[in-house]
């Protein structure tokens, strides 16, 4: 399974949607790299969360992450949470997506099968798994309208998550399979 410069991305966007490391900001530059030559609005945004992050120490980012996402959050990373709420729905999807996990020979770890990270992973293993109805489904009916909620719940902030949501939602709102494969 290699990874295309789809997954490349969905794997970057998935290491700046989950809690900091210390490597955030070159994960950030190459990712922004990467989103500039596929789709210049989104790069826009990625960048706009890059300047709102870069003057903030590792500390301050992992603080504003955990108030935007973890502790009392802004909005919840987990798209099954964004469809569901904490309705029985929530549960047969996480169950769907840990089948379609094992299927593939994916793990979520330690983390909820439908955080969007481990989504994000999942869907860029490799472009034929991309490709298939369950991962066409859980894209367009899932991992779409989830991060449109999360947009909505951040409403007028000036939360750089925001930004990097928007980048998020635009590359896989707006920029076809195929031109992304050439890219």
């Known amino acids: 399974m290699s990874k295309d410069i789809i997954g490349l991305l969905y794997a970057q966007f998935a290491d700046l949607i989950s809690y900091p490391s210390g490597d955030l900001f070159s994960i950030t530059e190459s990712c922004l790299g990467r989103v500039r030559s596929v789709h210049s609005e989104a790069a826009d ?9 870069q003057n903030l120490s590792v500390q301050k980012i992992e ?10 959050p802004v909005c919840y ?15 047969a999807f996480m169950a769907q997506l840990n089948e379609a996990y094992r299927t593939f020979g994916y793990s979520s770890g330690e983390e909820l099968p439908d955080h ?15 490709q298939g ?3 066409q ?4 009916e899932g991992v779409t309208p989830a991060i449109e909620k999360m947009l909505k719940a951040f409403a007028e902030s000036q939360n750089p ?5 928007k980048a998020l939602q635009l590359v896989l709102s707006h920029t076809p399979e195929k031109e992304l494969s050439h890219a």
């Open 137 to 140: 489904t859980l894209l367009v």
């Open 116 to 130: 969007l990270a481990v989504i994000l992973r999942f869907l860029g293993l490799d472009s034929a798994n991309r």
């Open 45 to 53: 945004e990625l960048e706009a969360f890059q300047n709102g992050i």
């Open 161 to 165: 998550y925001v930004r990097l949501l």
């Open 133 to 135: 109805g369950f991962c």
């Open 63 to 72: 603080e504003l992450y955990t108030v935007t996402f973890d502790m009392q």
């Open 77 to 91: 990373p987990y798209a099954g949470y964004q469809l569901f709420g904490e309705s029985y729905k929530r549960g």
